[in-house]
């Protein structure tokens, strides 16, 4: 875990407010890592690490000041990580379940075990990508029971994780959900990120940021 700087190479737009951001740096990182990228407002935020077209990358949904510095204005980004616990899959078939936000990280956990990748955009999607996409709730809504697999990864907004739990609740074991979005500092110094699970205390960014369904006591 170190301190580092993030040269954007290239920036794609996926959807209306969500971009691809392709780093020049390559940085050694397990499926589930995350990174926290300094803001001039000194605010820093995380992002799942992942991979494309083999290059260090992350995606960002542009939705304030932070977020535009990173993906429109900064050239170069200060940047802290590699953090949080790496995914082991269980064995089988896997599915990723993901919003365009977190597009890079199910990429590369295809090239690492081979599991499918279906992405759940709200708005059109600008590029191809090498995934089963779907744009709109009403599509998701009817592939997500058609989809079967031994394992999911849920990767996306509070609203696809509940979609998703509500649908595949009964076997909740083999579900398992990013939780980035809950983080403050990333390193274990603030303790917002703390929630109850099923076996006792946990915190986003140390235990996590990925668990499984059962840890989660969302009835
Ligand atoms: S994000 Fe600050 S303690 Fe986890």
Known sequence: MENFCLTKDKVLRINSDTYLLIFEERLPFEPGQFVMIETPQLVRKPFML???????????????????????EARKLKA??????AFVPPE???VVVASPTCVTMANYLQKRCNCEVVIGSKTQVRFELPFRTVVGDHEFLRLLPTLQYDWCLVAGSDSMKRVVWET???????LFFTLEEYMGCGVGACKSCSF???????YVCKDGPIFRG???CWE
């Open 168 to 174: 595949f609740k009964n076997k909740k074991e083999h």
């Open 80 to 85: 802290h990580g590699p953090l949080g616990k």
């Open 50 to 72: 992942g991979r494309w077209n083999e290059a260090l990358a992350i995606s960002v949904q542009m939705k304030g000041v932070g977020t535009r510095y990173i993906v429109q």
């Open 92 to 94: 089988g078939r896997g």
């Open 214 to 216: 059962d840890e989660l």
């Open 196 to 202: 109850l699970a099923s076996s006792g205390l946990k």
